[in-house]
């Protein structure tokens, strides 16, 4: 599986910004997807994970009621939907797959099957 993320940018507190994460692959339905950030000098952490129905959802509580993670199989695209930015979101985002929805946590990132290139969300004051 090979995931190209998209859709990241330079926008104000309070805007809105979509991700999108294209997946290759036609097994790509078969697995859990997961959106993890990276902020200069901090490790990677969890945000948002799906399982691969789009029956279940988990969100780290940071971003709880601000964020929608959903995806489209039928496109193989995880989508991550962004809603009342704020600075401290401002990072590198990337999309993960994995097969056990359980790994898409921030204590599990070197275990995460594959992972997409990172896209820059930058939230300015």
């Known amino acids: 599986v090979q995931l190209q993320a998209s859709g990241g940018g330079l926008v104000q507190a309070g805007d809105s910004l979509r991700l999108s994460c294209a997946a290759s692959?036609?097994?790509?339905?078969?697995?859990?997807g997961g959106w993890f950030r990276q902020a200069p000098g901090e490790e990677r952490e969890f945000v948002a994970a799906?399982?691969?129905?789009?029956?279940?959802?988990y969100y780290a509580d940071s971003v709880k009621g601000r964020f929608t993670i959903s995806r489209d199989n039928a496109k193989n695209t995880v989508y991550l939907q962004m809603n009342s930015l704020k600075p401290e979101d401002t990072a590198v985002y990337y999309c993960?797959?994995?097969?056990?929805?359980?790994?898409?946590?921030?204590?599990?990132?070197?275990?995460?099957?594959?992972w997409g290139q990172g896209t820059q969300v930058t939230v300015s004051s």
């Open positions: 799906i399982t691969w129905s789009g029956g279940s959802t």
């Open positions: 993960a797959a994995d097969v056990i929805i359980g790994t898409m946590t921030s204590s599990a990132v070197g275990k995460i099957d594959y």
């Open positions: 692959g036609r097994t790509f339905m078969r697995y859990a």
